[in-house]
């Protein structure tokens, strides 16, 4: 064998995977559990979705999900995924789904001390046309008694008391990323070959963001005057306008975000005047991520006042709230048109 062979060799066994990293730097054996079911749910559901076409997943299932949106067959399979691999994996005492009207409580004999809010597909209304999807999670510890039974209040708390959030993105890579509140985000990437997430590196906004506003446009007319400013401005930049890039998966458009820079906006309007976005399973997870990778996460307009999406308090598991996240400079320039930042 040659040297350089053996060079090959020597890389290839060095990587950290997911499990092993995280054990590696956080040092919890529980978290490193509750992690390693919740990639072999991620593995299973980028399995699935690359196989929709040819496994006849495609299409509705013909029911509609807690928000009201039309459920995809993939939008099924991934929540009994999510939920199996879950409930199974001895660490879980309570789950929130955005396709199950109210929450699921473990049975006792699988319980263990953290609670988890997740969408299990994000975007899924792309999924016919071949577009990126994911998963979003949140993780809480319960506070209530071991010994008794979990309830709502468990998880019905500010995004601050969050001990881990992440997502699982299906594109072109099959991209794992987490975070643990301790102003890191861990990127991990799926090795087919090898059937591990391989520890990428860490994620954060570059120091030099690119000019990208990123938000369903197709709304404006419904916006408030502050976001309708901000889009023309953004559009009117000067010397070189802002480009527009927007996805309608979250998941995509906060991952492309965090790495290129700039903001991605859904703020409340006159249909929706709490906004679209989930807090428990979107809204929390996503700013815990964007404000550990240097971003900042805002509501904007909410409940009469401006404030951190991280310090909203959920009434109801799918309660809703506004979506203003990405990188310093943009946000404070949104946030400038109500007269702060």
């Known amino acids: 064998m040659t040297s350089k062979a053996i060079e090959d060799v020597e890389s290839e066994t060095d990587k950290a995977t997911l499990s092993s ?33 040819v496994a006849n997943l495609y299409g509705l299932a013909g029911q509609a999900n807690t928000s009201g949106d039309d459920v995809k067959k993939l939008d099924v399979l991934s929540n009994d995924i999510m939920i199996n691999a879950l409930s199974n994996s001895g ?37 016919d046309c071949n577009v990126s999807t994911g998963t979003i999670f ?8 071991s010994s008794t039974e979990p309830t709502v209040d468990d998880i019905l708390r500010p995004g601050t008391e969050m001990v881990a959030a992440g997502y699982c993105m299906y594109g072109s890579a099959t991209d794992f990323v987490v975070t643990f509140g301790n102003g890191h985000v861990h990127r991990f990437t799926l090795d087919d070959s090898v059937g591990e997430f391989v520890h990428f590196g860490e994620m954060k906004f570059p120091e030099k963001n690119k000019t990208i506003y990123s938000c369903n446009e197709g709304n404006f007319s419904l916006w408030d005057e502050p976001i309708q400013k901000a889009t023309e401005m953004f559009k009117s930049a000067s010397p070189k306008p802002y480009s527009a890039r927007y996805v309608g998966s979250m998941v995509s458009d906060v991952h492309r975000t965090i790495l290129y820079g700039g903001v991605f906006y859904y703020p409340a309007d006159k249909k929706a005047t709490k906004g679209k976005l989930r807090v428990l399973y ?26 951190r999406i991280m310090d909203v308090i959920p009434d109801n598991i799918h309660d809703r709230c506004p979506i203003i996240m990405g990188c310093k400079r943009d946000v404070d320039k949104v946030l400038s048109f109500y007269g702060t930042s």
């Open 138 to 145: 949140s993780v809480y510890e319960r506070k209530s008694a």
């Open 21 to 53: 990293y995280i054990m590696k730097t956080t040092k919890d054996m529980e978290m490193t559990i509750l992690m390693n079911a919740m990639q072999l749910a991620c593995k299973l559901i980028s399995r699935a979705v690359r196989k929709a076409g």
């Open 91 to 127: 660490m879980c005492a309570l789950l929130v789904s955005e396709e199950e009207e109210d929450p699921i409580i473990v049975p006792a004999d699988k319980r263990g001390k953290y609670c988890l809010a997740f969408d299990p597909l994000d975007g899924s209304s792309n999924i």
């Open 282 to 307: 979107e809204g929390f997870p996503m700013a815990l991520i964007t404000e550990q990778a240097g971003g900042i996460a805002n509501t904007g307009l909410f409940n009469g006042k401006i404030g």
